[in-house]
């Protein structure tokens, strides 16, 4: 590698299998800059707003610089997460500490006010609070099997103020289709291996192909489920903090040829004549994709998003779908 990035050989070789030498280039560069990743996060607009926690960071010393898509988002320069942990805006619930990369799904999604929303795989709460702070009057519902994670989404909404949340302690893979769901944000459980830094011995034990078709096992589970309960009419975003073809566009477009009700909505260029305009969460994505501002990998399914790492991004995934209308 030219890049004298170091990775694991199933890795390496996962990539060298599904993307060109350009890609992989970028993928492994970026894997390597993750050792450098500065802290992020998000202000909660349910306790504070953006200018509210640009006075505190600048008061505490710390350098900041905004993001283009996201209001809410700060990047800091040159100050590790610990140093926040002490900081009165973070001990009141005023900032969440999240990825940039992580931030989007819910913006994919765009909350509305009165519609049903479920947060599939919740815990530990980063995207659920987010939902709520984009729309506090949307009716949120949160799925948790894990009992401890499930316990640990519920302390930190109560600290960020997120109220009237109605937490489900179930396997989302059985969810009862006596409900159903207006909007539906499935970031579903994934090797991770967009969050990988170069190097990491622990990532080289835990990523395995037996992990990769455990994991592809139950997202598949977890999709037809999810647009089972979508309600017609209503959008899912799927997303992943992977870079697997397997995990994600192979997800999303073997998940369409179960569910012929559903089609993709591009997140980026033009919308088809008859698409109803984007949502301005939704906008500022797709316009900082066009514009560069989010590194974007090739492959997947037209219209779907795979998110390059890179020194301020995790590798991602996102795909929005919709549900047809009933006639």
């Known amino acids: 590698m030219s890049d004298g990035a170091t990775l694991f050989p199933f890795l390496d070789d996962t990539i060298e299998a599904h993307f060109d030498e350009e890609a992989r280039a970028r993928i492994r560069a970026g894997l390597a800059a993750a050792a450098k990743r500065p802290v992020t996060l998000r202000a909660n607009a349910l306790r504070a707003d953006r200018d ?66 479920l947060d599939m795989c919740a815990a530990p709460g980063g995207k659920t609070s987010e939902l709520a702070a984009l729309e506090p009057r949307a009716h949120l519902t949160a799925c948790e099997m894990n009992a401890p994670r499930a316990e640990k989404l519920a302390y930190n909404l109560q600290k960020l103020g997120v109220t009237g949340v109605n937490i489900m302690r179930t396997d989302a893979r059985r969810l009862d289709t006596f409900f159903s769901f207006d909007q539906i944000l499935l970031d579903a459980p994934c090797t991770g291996t967009g969050t990988v830094r170069a190097g990491d011995e622990r990532a080289a034990r835990r990523i395995t192909p037996a992990l990769l ?106 795909a929005l779908i919709r549900k047809a209308a009933r006639p």
Request: with cysteine; hydrophobic share 45%; charged share 20%.
């Open 52 to 117: 509210e926690i640009a006075a505190a960071l600048d008061e505490a010393g710390i350098a900041w610089e905004g993001v283009s898509w996201y209001p809410d988002a700060f990047v800091l320069a040159d100050v590790r997460e610990r140093a926040l942990w002490e900081l009165p805006l973070y001990q009141e619930g005023k900032v969440y500490l999240q990825s940039l990369s992580s931030m989007l799904p819910p913006l994919a999604l765009a909350p509305r006010a009165g519609a049903d929303v």
């Open 213 to 318: 078709a455990k994991v592809t096992k139950a997202q598949r589970a977890l999709l037809d489920r999810a647009l089972t309960v979508l309600k017609p009419g209503g959008t899912l975003v799927y997303s992943t903090c992977s870079i697997l073809p397997e995990e994600n566009g192979e997800q999303v477009a073997s998940a369409l040829k179960r569910h012929r009700d559903c089609t993709l909505v591009p997140l980026a260029g033009a919308l088809p004549e008859d698409a109803p305009a984007r949502p301005a969460t939704v906008q500022a994505v797709a316009d900082a994709i066009d514009a560069g501002s989010i590194p974007v990998l090739p492959g997947g399914p037209e219209g779907t998003l795979t998110v390059c790492p890179t020194r301020e991004f995790e590798g991602f995934y996102l």
